[in-house]
């Protein structure tokens, strides 16, 4: 019997390796692009996006420019993989043509819960893990 099947969030973060050339990292683009488009054909994946470089961070009273972060850090763009398990999502995103030129994917499953403060989240402070 199939195991039910969860979004996975795939974030790709970074940028690309300098050393690299144009063409190169064109290449991955475009291979990049047949995998994730089969992928999304074949139902194991879910439409994302780039993201555009600017942006606005919004905080309690305060909205900036942004977003501003470490390099390594930065968010390129994010689609979805659709599979059974953590492990069954990392082993399709290890075959991203784009992972030897310098980009990093991050895979986060999606909690369909609704949040409670009561909840260890990834928002909980550190002091309130303690009590």
Known sequence: MDQPKHDYLVISRGQWDERASRE??????DQFYVWYEAHVAAGRMKPGSRLAPTGKVVAHH????????ETKEVVGG?????????????EL??????LPFGLTLEL??????RARAA?????????????
């Open 24 to 29: 190169d990292v064109q290449r991955a683009i």
């Open 62 to 69: 305060l909205t900036t420019d942004g977003p501003f972060v």
């Open 78 to 90: 994010y689609w979805f993989i659709v599979a059974s398990s953590l492990e069954e999502a990392a």
């Open 93 to 98: 995103a290890r075959h991203n043509p784009c």
């Open 108 to 113: 986060r499953p999606l909690d369909p819960e």
């Open 119 to 131: 909840d260890v989240t990834n928002e909980t402070p550190p002091e309130w893990r303690r009590g």
